[in-house]
């Protein structure tokens, strides 16, 4: 069984630019959700994606928006980058009988200069 | 709304000792209740849950019990191993309306057991 997986791993962009970051779930899980880790503090939930709707948002702004595709993968684009966006982009994956059991994947660790 | 602290770290053992990190919450209603562990240089893993009342979450000798009365989800383990060393959270999930799913992190706390 295939775990999460997110690409890519690193990525260095500079302030003003746009940047996309994939997932794909876990095999079976039709729910994904993204968090930023800013360094030395706990995941912080972004949105919630089901059946290629966002079902749920936290408290971050409209230039952070997603995508689910119909193979239940999903993409995070973040666009005027700010200094404060660097952080670990963590997707999780859930089965919707289970939506609050997530799996998560790696990260991808975003610099923003 | 809904929040979760937890000891500050770091915490430093030698191995084999008793391990306890605090983790206490503020939620309306019955949330869900978790602890992850994040090895360095990679994603979170569940350690356990529990959903309810009473429940107790155990894995790998970690154990949590879901006390409403306290509100509080505290992670112990008899004995700690080197391998242990990693940055735990403890996260809630609300069980109502548009939060469903959200899982809500304490700032984690990073263990280091020295043999």
């Not at chain 1, 302030?15 to 959700?33: A, Y």
């Not at chain 1, 409209?62 to 119909?70: E, M, T």
């Not at chain 2, 602890?35 to 154990?63: C, H, I, M, R």
Request: glycine content about 10%; proline content about 5%.
């Amino acid at each position: 069984e295939t775990g999460v997986t997110q690409s890519p791993t690193h990525l260095i962009k500079t302030r003003g630019q746009q940047v996309t970051l994939r997932c794909s779930s876990q095999s079976g899980h039709n729910t994904v959700s993204w968090y930023q880790q800013a360094l030395g503090q706990g995941p912080q939930f972004i949105f919630q994606y089901y059946r290629e709707e966002e079902n749920g948002r936290g408290n971050f702004p409209p230039r952070f928006s997603g995508l689910q595709f119909p193979n239940y993968s999903s993409e995070l684009n973040v666009n005027a980058l700010e200094l404060d966006d660097s952080a670990l982009y963590l997707c999780a994956s859930s089965p919707r009988s289970s939506y609050n059991e997530q799996f998560f994947g790696p990260g991808t660790r975003l610099t923003v200069l | 709304g809904d929040s979760v602290t937890q000891m500050e770290g770091p915490v430093t053992l030698s191995e084999e000792a008793f391990l306890t990190i605090n983790c206490t919450y503020t939620a309306t209603g019955y949330p869900s209740l978790f602890w992850y562990v994040q090895y360095p240089g990679e994603g979170l893993q569940l350690l356990l849950k529990a959903t309810k009342a009473d429940d107790k979450g155990s894995n790998k000798g970690f154990e949590a019990t879901y006390r409403k009365e306290t509100t509080s989800f505290h992670l112990e383990k008899g004995s700690v191993q080197v391998s242990d060393s990693a940055v735990y959270f403890c996260a809630l999930s609300a069980n109502y309306g548009g939060s469903q799913g959200n899982l809500i992190f304490g700032k984690g706390t990073k263990l280091s057991v020295k043999p």
